[in-house]
Nanobody
Framework: QVQLVESGGGSVQAGGSLRLSCAAS????????MGWFRQRPGEGRVLVAQ???????TYGDFVKGRFTISRDNVEKTVSLQMNSLKPEDTAVYYC??????????????WGQGTQVTVSA
């Protein structure tokens, strides 16, 4: 069974930085997409950043160059470096591993979420 455990969330002042990390236990494929989504109060879950097996990345428009996603296929981790944080970034951030393209083991995994609070 695959489990995703997030860490690095917390409270920070506007303009500060946080680094979120997500560690996967169990077997995942190196080609699986790994990423971060977030959900603000009263809103739906939206994509923050995603990195694919070959290193291709995609970011939500609201990131505007402030966030950087990376992965370590040996350690089975994905990280999100968040700089120049804004109060609007306050949300629960969820780690995601998407291997629905892998015919051998189609799955889409989610972490439990970690709270990020940015004060003005």
């Amino acid at each position: 069974q695959v489990q995703l455990v997030e860490s690095g969330g917390g409270s920070v002042q506007a303009g500060g930085s946080l680094r979120l990390s997500c560690a996967a236990s169990g077997h995942i494929f190196n080609r699986a997409a790994m990423g971060w989504f977030r959900q603000r109060p009263g809103e739906g879950r939206v994509l923050v950043a995603q990195i694919f097996g070959g290193g291709q990345t995609t970011y939500g428009d609201f990131v505007k160059g402030r966030f950087t996603i990376s992965r370590d296929n040996v350690e089975k981790t994905v990280s999100l470096q968040m700089n120049s944080l804004k109060p609007e970034d306050t949300a629960v951030y969820y780690c995601n591993v998407d291997q629905r393209a892998n015919v051998e083991s189609r799955a889409n995994y989610w972490g439990q979420g970690t709270q990020v609070t940015v004060s003005a």
